[in-house]
């Protein structure tokens, strides 16, 4: 099967919500005393790109958000950019970024034809929780040498926040694909194609 091409619409709806997680950078970080990595908003905005356009386009605005940090733009909350951003302990989440995008939207689309706020919290959970934190923690623990268990208690600060996060992402795509219908195109089409069979 040959790989989908981006239309001029995929490529518009990549570049705002590249646009969104940057916006979100606006918001201050917060580096709770003794840890390491700081507390952002913007993985709210990882989230709902996989939640409102999907998998494949979800992970390509968190990449292009990404080439563009590594090229200088202090795009992340700080603001911080460049290369060094990718040597510090916050790596593991940057790099899970897109795959927690693409894990999202992925789960998102198997929800059948009508975006539901209960599969949607479940899609959140798996991509912007454990996917997300499986990459973050092994970053934490390969930038600053603590074992993975240290690394994995050191995340406790950073739940509340993102349970809060996840169940925003859910509400706002909600609204989001009530308005605006057909937004994960073949993706979702597939879903419902496969519960009339």
């Not at 606006?26 to 999907?54: D, M």
């Not at 894990?103 to 034809?113: F, S």
């Not at 934190?133 to 600060?157: D, K, P, Q």
Request: glycine residues 14%; proline residues 6%.
């Amino acid at each position: 099967m040959p790989a989908p091409r981006s239309t001029s619409r995929d490529l518009a709806l990549i570049a705002t919500f590249t646009g969104v997680v940057a916006a979100l950078g606006l918001v201050p970080a917060f580096l709770p005393p003794g840890f390491t990595v700081p507390i952002t908003a913007q993985s709210l905005g990882v989230i709902l790109a996989g939640a409102v356009i999907g998998a494949r386009r979800g992970a390509l605005s968190v990449v292009l958000l990404l080439v563009l940090v590594a090229v200088g733009l202090p795009l992340l909350a700080g603001p911080r950019g460049g290369l060094g951003v990718f040597a510090s302990p916050s790596v593991g989440f940057l790099v899970g970024w897109p795959v927690a995008a693409y894990v999202v939207g992925w789960l998102t689309e198997r929800g059948g034809a009508t975006y539901r706020v209960s599969w949607g919290l479940v899609a959140n959970v798996v991509g912007g929780i454990i996917v997300l934190y499986a990459f973050g923690i092994a970053g934490v623990a390969a930038v600053t040498g603590v074992s993975v268990e240290a690394a994995l208690v050191a995340t406790w600060v950073y739940l509340p926040g993102d349970a809060v996060k996840v169940v925003v992402a859910a509400v706002v795509a909600r609204g989001v694909h009530a308005a605006y219908p057909g937004l994960l195109g073949s993706g979702r089409r597939s879903a419902r194609e496969r519960s009339t069979v």
